[in-house]
């Protein structure tokens, strides 16, 4: 689809979630950049943040918080760029990668994951909500009531468009903002000090490097999917302006902010340290304004991932993604009664075994393949594979290789390394033949089945 004119975009295709966004639909480098925040200062970002100061030094805090600036920022705008470029949604951009009908792989397991992300902040934030409240689990009406409601308020935004996102998040950056500068102020107060805090720093109870994984994979699901919303960019120097600033800088001083917060209480649940400094009830509601702009934007994240082809549409676009939206919403509060914030650590390094392969695999086939970056941009391009198996091999060796080397370097670079690898590889050669993987298999398969010509035997 070419950029249309806005009076030939038909009104009931939303924010064109199975085709490329038009020009006329695109928002100012603030409204988008709003929207990053509003992803990014967040009540998970927080929670990130304290989990390593629970774990490491401070010096060594501060390593990986800085190495997982810096891994976040290039692969967001790696990501993000190739969304600007194209107006596609991830979904629609991972079909180049993975084939038509193979992008259903990544799809399933970034909408399952980013649905399970919801459940993480919906059910923090209620635990939270009841602590203040006085209600117990054994309440079982009011308990699984808060739940319900809370889930609802999070889901209205998603629900409608990118313009309601962006309106949650104008109230809810500044509040995650002030959020971030208490934790600061509380943490020197009660730990009497930055060099207070430093002496007082508990014994490193977990490797730096395995950290890492759990730091970078936080938000490296929201990186691999980012071009949901770097598309809505004008041009590709203010997403890299905007992308730089989320994730260099913002996620940066929320890790740091939280990791002085976690070494002064001993506490990594951004709600247990603000509850430490007796600000819970005072601050309660900013950080509800950032539980709410993290798990709007998960949703909206998942329902993008299985709205997109080959998912068969219902009656249009927009009718479609909402019907997604919903049954996405339906699946997340199953997994909130399951409880995956009992799991969170395993939770964020699992995430990046299972995402990094995908991230790498989509950077190298746009950034390291002129000939096929001609087909993303191309207005009338398409995707030249129903299955991508080099992008199937790449990404079941990233994560066995990823889960498996937990005790050597970093797992999610090793996964990561691998999978770029063997995906690297395989498509320059296939490429060189003029084929591609696909061809290759299918190729392969018919010598095998027709070995030698059969002809009728002649007769004596």
């Known amino acids: 689809m070419s950029h249309e004119d806005i009076s030939t975009v038909p009104s009931d295709r939303g924010d064109e979630v199975r085709s490329r966004l ?3 639909k695109k928002l100012g480098f603030w409204s988008n950049t709003f929207i990053l925040w509003g992803l990014v200062l967040t009540v998970s970002s927080l929670l990130v943040g304290g989990l390593v100061g629970s774990q490491l030094s401070f010096k060594e805090a501060m390593l990986v918080i800085a190495m997982a600036g810096i891994f976040n920022s290039v692969i967001a ?7 600007t470029r194209t107006g596609y949604t991830s979904a629609m951009l991972f079909r180049y990668s993975y084939g038509n009908w193979g992008v259903v792989l990544p799809n399933f397991i970034l909408s399952i994951t980013t649905v399970v992300w919801f459940a993480v902040i919906l059910n923090l934030t209620r635990d939270a909500t009841i602590g203040i409240l006085g209600i117990s689990q054994e309440s079982a ?6 739940t319900l409601l809370m889930a609802v308020v999070f889901l209205i935004p998603a629900y409608k468009t990118m313009k309601w996102i962006a309106y949650v ?5 500044p509040a995650i903002v002030v959020i971030l500068i208490v934790t600061i102020w509380g943490a ?14 508990p014994m490193q109870s977990a490797s730096a490097l395995v950290v890492f994984t759990s730091a970078a994979g936080g938000w490296l699901h929201a990186n691999t999917v980012i071009s949901d919303f770097t598309r809505f960019y004008k041009n590709e120097r203010q997403a890299g302006i905007g992308l730089f600033l989320t994730y260099g800088v913002l996620m940066v001083l929320q890790y740091v902010g939280a990791t002085l917060g976690a070494l002064a209480t001993g506490e990594w649940n951004i709600f247990l340290i603000m509850d430490r400094f007796g600000l819970l009830h005072v601050s309660f509601f900013a950080i509800f304004l950032g539980s709410w702009s993290t798990a709007m934007a998960a949703i909206y994240f998942g329902a993008n991932m299985m709205a997109a082809p080959p998912i068969p549409q219902y009656k249009n676009e927009e009718t479609n993604r909402k019907l997604v939206l919903l049954i996405s919403w339906a699946l997340a509060l199953f997994f909130s009664w399951y409880g995956p914030d009992q799991i969170f650590n395993f939770f964020l390094q699992f995430l990046s075994w299972l995402i990094g392969p995908i ?34 091999l790449s990404w079941i060796t990233g994560f066995l290789i990823g889960y498996f080397s937990q005790e050597f370097f970093i797992s999610l670079i090793n996964g990561m390394i691998a ?12 490429l060189n033949r003029k084929s591609t993987p696909e061809s290759q298999i299918r190729n392969l398969f018919r010598k095998k089945v027709n070995p030698v010509s059969i002809e009728p035997p002649l007769n004596p």
């Open 169 to 173: 998040d104008y109230l809810a950056v």
């Open 188 to 201: 020197l107060d009660i730990g009497g000090g930055l060099k207070a805090i430093i002496a007082r720093a």
């Open 359 to 392: 991230a790498v695999t989509v950077i190298i086939d746009y950034w390291l393949f002129p000939e096929r970056k001609v087909m993303y941009e191309d207005k009338n391009g398409s995707p030249d594979m129903k299955i991508n198996p080099a992008a199937f």
């Open 141 to 146: 009406f009011a308990y699984w009531g808060i």
């Open 419 to 430: 999978a770029g690898i063997i995906y690297y590889g395989w498509m320059r050669m296939a």
């Open 22 to 24: 038009p020009d006329s």
């Open 77 to 83: 705008i790696l990501i993000g760029i190739i969304g």
